[in-house]
């Protein structure tokens, strides 16, 4: 099956465990139609570089997947009606990264770097 990373960002307005039951739901639904989703990731809030729908920050998140595309595009279709998302991109890749991705290491780098002073 091809492998996707697909990242979304809902509303600011909503709270960070409506974001996780947006990624929940989306996983169950790519489970249950003979998928896989290998690593969910949440970024949190973060601000964004224009406005979007009246919003200036957005709740991020990360999911790669492993799913016929046409799951991937019905995945697509549901999170396009969602008025709680913002937007959405998919892309195909040829391998997952299985370590933390760039944002949640400099995260993680920030936070020791204040703990030394």
Known sequence: MPLYEHVLIA???????QVDTITEELQTFIEENGGKVCKVEYWGLRSMAYRMNKNRKGHYALLNIDAPSEVVQEMERKLRINEDVLRSLTIRVDEHNEDQSPILIKREERKRRHERF
């Not at 509303?11 to 465990?17: E, F, G, T, Y």
């Open 11 to 17: 509303r600011q307005d909503i709270s960070s465990q």
